[in-house]
């Protein structure tokens, strides 16, 4: 099945810096790649997400790349603020039933003002 | 928020004990999910649902079962709850194929 791993796992950037979290899967017929941000105590976000026929989408301060050959894609924040601060989670959805997705570990951004 | 609601959202109980968390949407979407999520795991699928009565296990299966009997509810059991079942639950519910969306989260503590 489908494996996901995601890098760094913790990041401290300084405010107005970009942050860059990466991740890599293991299906290559995965199709569906989606990015969500939790706060503490909060519940997971959708933020953005790229599907397999797209190599970039942007919306605003973020961005994410995805390189199919390799395997990996990638979250941007540019211009990083304090709110951007949270744990952000990567996933693939694999082939199969159930549109299930696999998720990264997750990563704790911190942005330091 | 996609209409999820998660009930309780706090529970705490002994082991042994059996336990069963609510999941509700008000949005008639065919797919459900249920999560756990530990440090250091991310978010790891216990079990889903594609439609009522249709359930299929997920990675982290064992010691839990679920139950749709309708398409806006769907039931996680702990037969015999353990400490290593204290966790943060959530629920999510799939829009069409593709986006997942959760629910606020259940915070379990076994003692």
């Known amino acids: 099945g489908e494996n996901v791993e995601q890098h760094p796992s913790t990041l401290s950037v300084q405010e107005g810096d970009s942050a860059v979290i990466k991740c890599t899967y293991s299906d290559s017929a995965s199709n569906y790649f989606p990015w969500y941000k939790q706060e503490l105590g909060k519940r997971p976000q959708l933020i953005i997400d790229?599907?397999?026929?797209?190599g970039e989408k942007k919306d605003q301060r973020i961005a994410v790349t995805l390189n199919k050959t390799a395997k990996h894609f990638s979250l941007h924040i540019t211009e990083t603020q304090p709110e951007d601060s949270a744990v952000y989670f990567c996933?693939?959805?694999?082939?199969?039933?159930?549109?299930?997705?696999?998720f990264g570990a997750g990563t704790i951004l911190r942005v330091k003002s | 928020d996609a209409g999820i609601t998660q009930s309780p959202r706090h529970k705490v109980t002994e082991t042994g004990t059996p336990v069963t968390l609510r999941c509700h949407q008000t949005e008639n979407h065919r797919y459900m999910y249920w999560y756990r999520q530990d440090p250091g795991h991310g978010l790891r699928l216990i079990h889903y649902?594609?439609?009522?009565?249709?359930?299929d296990k997920g990675e982290v299966s064992d010691g839990y079962s679920v139950s749709r009997s309708k398409t806006e509810d769907f039931l996680l059991t702990l037969e015999s709850a353990t400490s290593s079942q204290t966790s943060v639950y959530f629920c999510?519910?799939?829009?069409?194929?593709?986006?997942?969306?959760f629910g606020p989260g259940t915070r379990l503590t076994v003692t």
């Open positions: 996933a693939a959805k694999g082939v199969g039933d159930g549109n299930k997705l696999v």
């Open positions: 649902s594609y439609g009522v009565k249709d359930t």
């Open positions: 790229i599907r397999s026929n797209v």
């Open positions: 999510a519910i799939s829009v069409g194929t593709r986006e997942q969306y």
